[in-house]
C-alpha cells in the first residue's frame, strides 16, 4: 500500500472511530457554543476589535481541546498496530488532514453562531471567512505537530503548551490583522502579505512534521 493509501486508510479509521463516539465532536462543539453564549451574557454588546478578539481566542481554547488528544488517546497497542501497517509520513499526515477537517467544521459552526448571538460587524464577510478558513488550517497543523511531539513525552501538558507559544503567537497577530482588515472593508490586496505569512507558516510546519515525526515514531 502505498503513502496515499495508507493516509485514506488511516482517515477512514479517524473517521469511523468518531462516528461511533462522536465524544470529540460534541464536547467540542457544546465547548465552543456554551463559551459563547456565556460572553454574551456577559458583554452583550461589544465593540468590533473586541468582537474580532474574542472570537479568535475561543478559537484558539477549543481548537486545543479539539486536537491536544490526537495521539494522547491512542493506547500503545494501537500505536504498534499503525506501526506494521502504515508510515510514520503516513500517520502525521493523516491526523492532520483529520484534524484540518474537523477545526473546519468546528470554525464554520463557531462562526455562524458567533455572528447569530452578537451583532456582526463584519465589512467584507467573505474574506473574514476566508480567515477563518486559513486560521483554521493553521491551528490544525501546529498543535497536530505539537501534540506528536508532547505525545512522546508523556503527554506533557506543560511540553505542548511551551513548544506552542513561540508558534501560535505570531500566528495569532498574523490572523488578527488579517480577519480586521476583512471586518473594516478594506481592500483585499492590503491583507495579501498577511494571506502569505499564514500560507508559508502552514508550509513550513507541514514540512517539519514529515520530516521529524519519523524519528519520533521510531521510539
Given amino acids: 500500500m502505498g503513502l496515499f493509501g495508507q493516509v485514506k486508510f488511516l482517515i477512514h479509521k479517524e473517521l469511523v472511530l468518531e462516528w461511533r463516539s462522536k465524544y470529540a465532536l460534541n464536547g ?10 456565556v460572553c454574551y451574557l456577559s458583554f452583550k454588546q461589544i465593540n468590533p476589535v473586541t468582537w474580532n478578539a474574542l472570537f479568535w481566542i475561543i478559537m484558539l481554547f477549543a481548537s486545543v481541546n479539539a486536537i491536544s488528544k490526537s495521539f494522547s488517546q491512542e493506547n500503545k497497542g494501537r500505536q504498534l498496530y499503525y506501526y506494521t501497517v502504515a508510515s510514520a509520513k503516513a500517520v502525521i499526515l493523516s491526523k492532520i488532514i483529520y484534524n484540518v477537517f474537523l477545526m473546519l467544521l468546528l470554525s464554520t459552526i463557531a462562526i455562524g453562531f458567533y455572528t447569530l448571538v452578537f451583532s456582526n460587524p463584519i465589512g467584507d464577510p467573505l474574506f473574514y471567512f476566508l480567515a477563518v478558513i486559513i486560521g483554521s488550517i493553521s491551528f490544525a497543523c501546529v498543535f497536530t505537530m505539537i501534540s506528536g511531539i508532547s505525545s512522546k513525552a508523556g503527554n506533557s501538558g506543560t511540553l505542548m503548551a511551551v513548544l506552542s507559544f513561540p508558534i501560535i503567537i505570531p500566528l495569532l497577530m498574523v490572523l488578527i490583522k488579517f480577519s480586521k482588515n476583512a471586518m473594516d472593508d478594506l481592500d483585499r490586496s492590503v491583507s495579501y502579505n498577511e494571506i502569505g505569512v499564514l500560507i508559508a507558516i502552514n508550509l513550513i510546519v507541514v514540512t517539519a ?4 515525526f519519523p524519528f519520533l515514531w521510531r521510539e
Fill in 209 to 212: 512534521s514529515i520530516i521529524l
Fill in 28 to 37: 467540542i462543539l457544546l465547548y465552543v457554543v456554551s463559551t459563547i453564549f
